[in-house]
């Protein structure tokens, strides 16, 4: 079974630019969530999505969102782009939606975005 | 506030020696703990989980215990081995509505 694709790897943008990062789960999973990773801050949770339904969100500000289609990929949303939204966007996808507790997440390898 | 800390930025420890990671966290109940392993240029790869009501919990090489009373979990590699370096992140469940992580610990395996 092939594991979470995140596309682009890679991608630098300068300032005020928006950005719209992709990822298809494992397949037959219905949730995907979101992850920004920094050295400072570690892995935060950014949103769930769960049969095309946010069903939580992390603490960030409105630049940041998210949708998920009917066949469970979803895309991440980054308007406005700050210096400080440089970080690697992890997306990870499980079986159930989250609240259930008995799935863990398999993550993607993640998009580097750098902010010029 | 509510806090998650995982003691040390890095450990450094010899082949076949036991390593042991600790998780600490503050103002939090989570129903379950987990433990990720994460490589450098690649995402977390999810290694365990355990239940509140589970002291301890074993896979191969690998255990975990959790102790809700001290509000801490500890991780232990045995006889561990130079692949087993890479940073290792605990991660709460937050109420049912995500999983919150550590900072992770960086393991460094020498031979």
């Known amino acids: 079974k092939a594991g979470v694709t995140q596309t682009p790897r890679y991608l630098i943008k300068t300032r005020g630019q928006q950005v719209t990062l992709s990822c298809s789960p494992i397949?037959?999973?219905?949730?995907v969530s979101w992850y920004q990773q920094t050295p400072g801050q570690g892995l935060q949770f950014l949103f769930e999505?769960?049969?095309?339904?946010?069903?939580n969100k992390g603490n960030f500000p409105g630049r940041f969102s998210g949708r998920q289609f009917s066949n469970s990929r979803s895309e991440m949303n980054v308007s406005t782009l700050e210096l400080g939204d440089s970080a690697l966007y992890l997306c990870?996808?499980?079986?159930?939606?989250?609240?259930?507790?008995?799935?863990?997440?398999?993550f993607g390898p993640g998009t580097r975005l750098t902010v010029l | 506030s509510q806090k998650i800390e995982q003691n040390s930025e890095a450990l450094n420890i010899q082949e076949g020696k036991t390593a042991t990671l600790t998780c600490n966290y503050t103002?939090?109940?989570?129903?379950?703990l987990q433990w990720y392993r994460q490589d450098p240029g690649r995402g977390p790869v999810f290694l365990l989980l355990?239940?509140?009501?589970?002291k301890e919990k074993r896979k191969e090489r690998l255990k975990v215990t959790f102790d809700t009373t001290l509000k801490q979990s500890l991780f232990h590699i045995t006889a561990s081995q130079p692949a087993d370096s890479a940073t290792y992140l605990c991660?709460?469940?937050?109420?049912?509505?995500?999983?919150?992580f550590g900072k992770g610990t960086t393991l460094s395996v020498s031979s």
């Open positions: 990870a996808s499980s079986l159930a939606v989250f609240a259930s507790g008995t799935d863990t997440q398999y």
């Open positions: 355990i239940r509140e009501n589970e």
């Open positions: 991660a709460l469940d937050q109420a049912g509505t995500a999983l919150i």
């Open positions: 103002n939090y109940s989570p129903a379950y």
């Open positions: 999505y769960f049969s095309e339904t946010q069903r």
């Open positions: 397949s037959g999973h219905r949730s």
